[in-house]
């Protein structure tokens, strides 16, 4: 197999509008799919831990591959929880962004929990190249400078 890249990222997520008011209004995402699909037979019926008869879709991005897929289900309430770092699963999305520190700034004076507090990123010269952040979920976010941390 030659891949050309990740066409997507998705998670599941417990509160749709909540999570919208993350990724689109803070982050500034875009959406460019919002839609019901029918769950309840076809392919899709193998692919979940609970019967489930319908899902809501929403794509969601900055314009280009890869973008992220948020799915909440209307009606019936999502199981399980966030993962961190040394448990087995997708741990955490990643983004780069050109402003670290005052992507941060933004996130904390919107209410976004920093993991650990933005000063445990902070190098001895008060630098922040990268940091982690919670979604609404509780799912790690990570956002970075491009260049490893």
């Known amino acids: ?5 990740i066409s997507h990222i998705a998670v599941c997520v417990s509160d749709m509008e909540k999570s919208l008011a993350f990724y689109r209004d803070i ?4 959406v460019s799919k919002d839609e019901i699909q029918d769950t309840s037979t076809g392919g899709l019926t193998h692919t979940y831990k609970h019967k489930r008869n319908t899902r809501r879709t929403v794509h969601i991005g900055w314009g280009a591959e890869p973008f992220l897929v948020m799915t909440s289900h209307p009606g019936d309430q999502a199981d399980g ?3 961190k770092l ?3 699963g997708v741990s955490h999305l990643s983004f780069t962004v050109k402003d670290v520190r005052a992507l941060a700034d933004e996130l904390i004076a919107n209410g976004v929990e920093i993991a650990g507090g933005i000063e445990a990123f902070a190098d001895a010269q008060g630098n922040v190249r ?5 979604d609404p ?5 990570q956002f970075d400078n491009g260049v490893e941390a």
């Open 137 to 141: 979920d509780g799912i790690l976010v």
């Open 1 to 5: 197999m030659e891949a050309t890249g």
């Open 27 to 30: 982050l500034g995402m875009k």
């Open 130 to 134: 990268t940091f982690f952040a919670f």
């Open 86 to 88: 040394d448990q087995v």
């Open 81 to 83: 929880g966030p993962i």
